[in-house]
C-alpha cells in the first residue's frame, strides 16, 4: 500500500543547461525556478522530499531552505540515473517502495499532478505511471519539441498504457496523440531493473529515455489530466511561467 512512510519525491537537478544557463536557480517571482518545484512537492505531503543535484549551489538553495539534498555524481546520462544514486544513499535500508522522478524545470506541478502519477501504481501488476495531457491544438502536435504518448483512451477513460513514445506525429492518428509529461512513478524494483538495462539506440536518437522501457517490454500507465504543467527549456517559456506565477 502507498503511504507516507514507503514514498518519496526524487528531484534530479543539473546546473548546466545548453539553451538557459543556470537554469534551476533562474528567479521567478522572486524564488529560484528549483525552489518552486520544491515547494509543490513538499505540498504534496506523499512522502520524503530530496532533491538530487550535483550543484554547490543547488545545494546551498535547498539547504537554506531547510530541505534535504543529496550531492550526486557529475556524470549521469539521465536524470533517472541521478536520481537512483540518491535513492540508494538515501534509503540503504530499501524502506522505500515507491517513487516519484520529478523534473526540477516543472515550477507549475501541483499536488493534483503528483498524487496523480503515484496512484497510477496502486495495482499490483502496474510498475511505472507517467501522465499526458490533450493538446491544444493540430500545430501543438506537429512541434518535435513536444513528446507524443500514443495511448488508446476511449470515453472517460482516464487511464491506460503507452503504445509508444514520439516526436514525430508520423502515420499516428491525432486521436491517439497525447502530449506528455515528463514526470514518472516508479516501484522500487521495475526502478532497479530499469537502470540495469541499456540504453536502447531508439533512446540515444530520440533523447526519450522512456524508449528504454518501451524497448524491453515494460509497461508504462498513463494517467490523464486535464492542464499541462508547463516546463522550462527556452527564455520563451521562462517569461511565459514568469507571468503565469507573477498572478
Not at 536557480?25 to 513538499?42: F, R, T
Not at 500545430?139 to 482516464?158: H, M, P, R, W, Y
Request: with cysteine.
Amino acid at each position: 500500500m502507498i503511504s507516507q512512510e514507503n514514498t518519496a519525491i526524487i528531484i534530479p537537478v543539473r546546473l548546466q543547461a545548453s539553451r538557459l544557463p543556470n537554469k534551476p536557480l533562474l528567479d521567478i517571482s522572486g524564488k529560484p525556478m528549483i525552489q518552486h518545484v520544491w515547494e509543490a512537492a513538499i505540498a504534496s505531503d506523499l512522502g520524503r522530499v530530496v532533491v538530487a543535484t550535483d550543484s554547490d549551489e543547488i545545494v546551498k538553495c535547498i539547504e537554506n531552505l531547510g530541505g534535504d539534498v543529496c550531492m550526486t555524481a557529475e556524470n549521469h546520462q539521465t536524470g533517472t540515473d541521478r536520481m537512483y544514486e540518491a535513492l540508494r544513499k538515501i534509503d540503504p535500508g530499501k524502506m522505500i517502495h515507491y517513487i516519484i522522478n520529478l523534473q526540477g524545470d516543472l515550477p507549475t506541478i501541483n499536488s493534483f499532478a503528483l498524487k496523480k502519477v503515484i496512484n497510477l501504481l496502486s495495482s499490483e501488476q502496474d510498475e511505472i505511471g507517467t501522465l499526458v495531457t490533450q493538446f491544444e491544438s493540430v500545430e501543438d502536435i506537429k512541434k518535435e519539441q513536444f513528446v507524443k504518448a500514443i495511448c488508446n483512451l476511449s470515453g472517460t477513460e482516464t487511464e491506460s498504457y503507452a503504445e509508444n513514445f514520439v516526436r514525430k506525429q508520423g502515420d499516428y492518428d491525432a486521436k491517439n496523440l497525447y502530449h506528455h509529461i515528463g514526470i514518472y512513478a516508479f516501484k522500487r524494483d521495475a526502478l532497479e531493473k530499469f537502470i540495469t538495462l541499456s540504453q536502447t539506440e531508439r533512446e540515444k536518437n530520440e533523447k526519450l529515455e522512456q524508449l528504454r522501457a518501451i524497448d524491453n517490454k515494460m509497461k508504462i500507465k498513463i494517467g490523464l489530466i486535464d492542464f499541462l504543467p508547463l516546463g522550462v527549456d527556452t527564455p520563451d517559456d521562462l517569461e511565459k511561467i514568469r507571468k503565469i506565477l507573477s498572478k
